[in-house]
């Protein structure tokens, strides 16, 4: 018997929209996580050796913090865009 990926696939991804990609909160808050993990994986591999001093010893670390404080300002956006189209809607 073959694993149905397919079938996996499309389950995930109904998932994923649901719980991640529902609000404009949640979508920028995802998208902000996303291109924060990008920028971490780039830049933090020249700066870990050398702040840390030896190969990728506190990367994981300042990776997950960068992407943390990209999540975080991502939601924030989005509640901001949120809360504006809100007073949209009860200004006219």
Do not use: C, D
């Not at 702040?51 to 901001?80: D, E, P």
């Amino acid at each position: 018997m073959k694993p149905n990926y397919a079938a996996s696939a499309r389950f995930l991804r109904r998932r994923f929209v649901r719980h991640a990609w529902t609000t404009t909160q949640q979508k920028w808050t995802t998208s902000f996580v996303v291109v924060g993990l990008l920028v971490a994986s780039a830049v933090m591999p020249t700066f870990g050796i050398a702040v840390f001093g030896t190969a990728f010893a506190g990367w994981w670390l300042a990776v997950s913090l960068l992407t943390v404080f990209f999540g975080l300002l991502g939601n924030r956006a989005g509640i901001g865009l949120e809360k504006a189209a809100l007073q949209r809607k009860e200004a006219e």
